[in-house]
Protein backbone atom coordinates (compact mmCIF):
# COMPACT_ATOMS: atom_id res chain seq x y z
CA UNK A 1 0.00 0.00 0.00
CA UNK A 2 1.25 3.48 -0.33
CA UNK A 3 1.91 6.21 1.46
CA UNK A 4 2.76 9.54 -0.14
CA UNK A 5 3.71 11.17 2.87
CA UNK A 6 5.62 8.34 4.13
CA UNK A 7 8.00 8.26 1.14
CA UNK A 8 8.28 11.52 0.52
CA UNK A 9 9.70 11.70 4.57
CA UNK A 10 12.21 9.28 3.63
CA UNK A 11 13.61 11.38 0.11
CA UNK A 12 11.82 8.98 -2.51
CA UNK A 13 9.65 9.35 -5.40
CA UNK A 14 6.44 7.70 -4.58
CA UNK A 15 6.32 5.75 -8.10
CA UNK A 16 9.88 4.88 -7.67
CA UNK A 17 9.39 3.35 -4.70
CA UNK A 18 6.89 1.00 -6.62
CA UNK A 19 9.30 0.53 -8.65
CA UNK A 20 11.71 -0.73 -6.24
CA UNK A 21 9.21 -2.66 -4.55
CA UNK A 22 7.79 -4.61 -7.69
CA UNK A 23 11.84 -5.57 -8.29
CA UNK A 24 12.17 -6.52 -4.68
CA UNK A 25 8.99 -9.31 -5.05
CA UNK A 26 5.62 -7.34 -4.64
CA UNK A 27 2.88 -8.87 -6.32
CA UNK A 28 -0.35 -6.27 -5.65
CA UNK A 29 -0.26 -2.27 -5.57
CA UNK A 30 -2.79 -0.98 -3.42
CA UNK A 31 -2.89 2.78 -4.36
CA UNK A 32 -3.97 4.96 -0.95
CA UNK A 33 -4.03 8.58 -1.25
CA UNK A 34 -6.14 9.90 1.03
CA UNK A 35 -6.17 13.37 1.23
CA UNK A 36 -5.25 13.76 -2.56
CA UNK A 37 -7.67 15.78 -4.52
CA UNK A 38 -9.13 13.40 -7.11
CA UNK A 39 -7.50 14.78 -10.45
CA UNK A 40 -4.10 14.48 -8.10
CA UNK A 41 -5.08 10.84 -7.31
CA UNK A 42 -5.94 9.98 -10.85
CA UNK A 43 -2.51 10.79 -11.77
CA UNK A 44 -0.52 8.87 -9.08
CA UNK A 45 -2.65 6.06 -10.28
CA UNK A 46 -1.70 6.74 -14.14
CA UNK A 47 1.89 6.98 -13.31
CA UNK A 48 2.07 3.61 -11.47
CA UNK A 49 0.05 1.35 -13.53
CA UNK A 50 2.26 2.65 -15.98
CA UNK A 51 5.47 1.18 -15.08
CA UNK A 52 4.44 -1.85 -13.06
CA UNK A 53 4.57 -5.39 -14.89
CA UNK A 54 1.46 -6.80 -16.08
CA UNK A 55 1.64 -9.73 -12.82
CA UNK A 56 1.15 -7.00 -10.58
CA UNK A 57 -1.98 -5.82 -9.63
CA UNK A 58 -3.25 -2.47 -9.04
CA UNK A 59 -6.18 -1.53 -6.47
CA UNK A 60 -7.29 1.45 -6.08
CA UNK A 61 -7.76 2.21 -2.14
CA UNK A 62 -11.78 3.87 -1.34
CA UNK A 63 -12.05 6.29 -4.44
CA UNK A 64 -14.59 4.09 -7.09
CA UNK A 65 -14.88 7.11 -9.10
CA UNK A 66 -10.87 7.69 -9.54
CA UNK A 67 -11.03 3.40 -10.14
CA UNK A 68 -13.60 4.42 -13.13
CA UNK A 69 -11.70 7.22 -14.39
CA UNK A 70 -8.61 5.52 -15.00
CA UNK A 71 -10.33 2.88 -16.61
CA UNK A 72 -11.70 4.73 -19.09
CA UNK A 73 -8.35 6.16 -19.43
CA UNK A 74 -7.14 2.86 -20.80
CA UNK A 75 -5.61 2.59 -17.82
CA UNK A 76 -4.71 -1.10 -16.61
CA UNK A 77 -5.96 -0.91 -13.11
CA UNK A 78 -7.36 -4.40 -11.53
CA UNK A 79 -9.94 -3.00 -8.80
CA UNK A 80 -10.88 -1.00 -5.90
CA UNK A 81 -10.63 -1.62 -1.93
CA UNK A 82 -13.00 -0.22 0.14
CA UNK A 83 -13.64 0.29 4.08
CA UNK A 84 -16.90 -0.51 5.66
CA UNK A 85 -17.65 3.17 6.21
CA UNK A 86 -17.11 3.43 2.56
CA UNK A 87 -20.27 2.68 -0.76
CA UNK A 88 -21.91 -0.33 0.42
CA UNK A 89 -19.95 -3.45 -1.46
CA UNK A 90 -23.24 -4.36 -3.50
CA UNK A 91 -23.34 -0.62 -5.20
CA UNK A 92 -19.67 -0.86 -5.68
CA UNK A 93 -19.55 -4.22 -7.59
CA UNK A 94 -22.52 -2.96 -9.79
CA UNK A 95 -20.49 0.12 -10.49
CA UNK A 96 -17.30 -1.98 -11.20
CA UNK A 97 -18.52 -4.71 -13.28
CA UNK A 98 -18.01 -8.15 -12.50
CA UNK A 99 -14.38 -7.66 -14.02
CA UNK A 100 -12.81 -6.02 -11.03
CA UNK A 101 -11.17 -7.07 -8.14
CA UNK A 102 -13.39 -5.94 -5.44
CA UNK A 103 -11.73 -5.83 -1.54
CA UNK A 104 -13.60 -5.09 1.51
CA UNK A 105 -11.32 -4.31 5.06
CA UNK A 106 -13.15 -6.34 7.84
CA UNK A 107 -12.00 -6.31 11.61
CA UNK A 108 -15.06 -8.50 13.27
CA UNK A 109 -16.88 -11.84 12.66
CA UNK A 110 -19.88 -9.31 12.19
CA UNK A 111 -18.27 -7.99 9.12
CA UNK A 112 -16.65 -11.28 7.71
CA UNK A 113 -19.99 -12.84 7.92
CA UNK A 114 -21.35 -10.11 6.19
CA UNK A 115 -19.14 -9.98 3.48
CA UNK A 116 -19.47 -13.86 3.02
CA UNK A 117 -23.54 -13.40 2.44
CA UNK A 118 -23.06 -10.11 0.10
CA UNK A 119 -24.24 -10.85 -3.66
CA UNK A 120 -21.78 -8.66 -4.13
CA UNK A 121 -19.02 -11.34 -4.90
CA UNK A 122 -16.28 -9.78 -2.30
CA UNK A 123 -12.70 -11.48 -3.83
CA UNK A 124 -10.90 -10.98 -0.75
CA UNK A 125 -10.99 -9.43 2.65
CA UNK A 126 -8.20 -7.29 4.30
CA UNK A 127 -8.72 -7.98 8.11
CA UNK A 128 -6.82 -5.96 10.73
CA UNK A 129 -5.69 -3.81 11.98
CA UNK A 130 -2.83 -6.38 13.15
CA UNK A 131 -1.08 -3.54 15.46
CA UNK A 132 -1.49 0.13 16.11
CA UNK A 133 -0.42 1.72 12.82
CA UNK A 134 0.02 5.60 12.22
CA UNK A 135 -0.55 5.59 8.61
CA UNK A 136 -4.47 5.50 9.01
CA UNK A 137 -6.02 7.61 11.52
CA UNK A 138 -9.57 5.78 11.99
CA UNK A 139 -7.96 2.03 12.34
CA UNK A 140 -10.26 -0.30 14.76
CA UNK A 141 -8.20 -1.77 17.44
CA UNK A 142 -5.60 -4.06 17.07
CA UNK A 143 -6.56 -7.58 16.47
CA UNK A 144 -3.03 -9.19 17.44
CA UNK A 145 -1.76 -12.47 16.10
CA UNK A 146 -4.36 -13.84 17.95
CA UNK A 147 -7.29 -12.04 16.95
CA UNK A 148 -6.23 -12.54 13.06
CA UNK A 149 -5.69 -16.01 13.40
CA UNK A 150 -9.49 -16.29 14.80
CA UNK A 151 -10.98 -14.29 12.41
CA UNK A 152 -8.96 -16.06 9.33
CA UNK A 153 -10.18 -19.21 10.27
CA UNK A 154 -13.86 -18.15 10.39
CA UNK A 155 -13.28 -15.92 6.79
CA UNK A 156 -14.84 -17.90 3.70
CA UNK A 157 -12.67 -15.13 1.80
CA UNK A 158 -8.75 -15.18 0.99
CA UNK A 159 -7.68 -12.88 3.68
CA UNK A 160 -5.07 -10.19 3.73
CA UNK A 161 -3.08 -9.40 6.99
CA UNK A 162 -3.23 -5.14 7.41
CA UNK A 163 -2.18 -2.84 9.60
CA UNK A 164 1.25 -1.86 10.94
CA UNK A 165 2.34 -5.34 9.24
CA UNK A 166 6.13 -5.40 10.05
CA UNK A 167 8.82 -8.54 8.56
CA UNK A 168 8.44 -10.40 11.75
CA UNK A 169 4.71 -11.06 11.49
CA UNK A 170 5.00 -12.55 8.24
CA UNK A 171 5.79 -16.29 8.92
CA UNK A 172 3.12 -16.17 11.95
CA UNK A 173 0.57 -14.69 9.20
CA UNK A 174 1.05 -17.02 6.96
CA UNK A 175 1.15 -20.36 9.13
CA UNK A 176 -2.57 -18.62 10.37
CA UNK A 177 -3.80 -18.89 7.00
CA UNK A 178 -3.66 -15.36 5.62
CA UNK A 179 -3.23 -15.61 2.14
CA UNK A 180 -1.07 -11.76 1.79
CA UNK A 181 0.04 -9.37 3.52
CA UNK A 182 -0.59 -5.31 3.03
CA UNK A 183 2.44 -3.11 4.12
CA UNK A 184 2.92 0.76 4.20
CA UNK A 185 5.89 1.88 6.13
CA UNK A 186 8.17 -1.47 6.14
CA UNK A 187 8.42 -0.34 2.00
CA UNK A 188 7.77 3.55 1.64
CA UNK A 189 10.08 4.50 4.72
CA UNK A 190 12.63 2.00 4.12
CA UNK A 191 16.40 3.65 3.18
CA UNK A 192 15.92 1.03 0.22
CA UNK A 193 12.11 0.22 -0.63
CA UNK A 194 13.77 -2.86 -3.04
CA UNK A 195 15.87 -4.75 -0.06
CA UNK A 196 13.00 -3.97 2.11
CA UNK A 197 10.60 -6.11 -0.12
CA UNK A 198 13.26 -8.69 -0.77
CA UNK A 199 13.66 -9.19 2.78
CA UNK A 200 9.17 -9.06 3.29
CA UNK A 201 9.20 -11.65 0.54
CA UNK A 202 11.86 -14.00 2.14
CA UNK A 203 9.72 -13.80 4.92
CA UNK A 204 7.07 -15.14 3.67
CA UNK A 205 8.01 -17.65 1.59
CA UNK A 206 9.85 -18.80 4.88
CA UNK A 207 6.51 -20.88 5.53
CA UNK A 208 5.09 -22.73 3.37
Avoid at 84 to 103: K, Y
Wanted: proline share 5%; net charge negative; hydrophobic share 50%.
Amino acid sequence: MTDSRLASAAGHDLVEVVRAAVEGGVTAVQVREKSAPGADFLDVVCRIAEIVPDHVAVIVNDRVDVFLAARAAGVRVAGVHVGQSDLPVDAVRTIIGTDAVLGLSASTEDELRDAASSPALIDYVGIGALHATATKQDAPTPLGHEGFARLVEGSERPAVAIGGVTRADLPGLRAAGAAGAAVVSAICSAPDPADAARELRAAWESVR
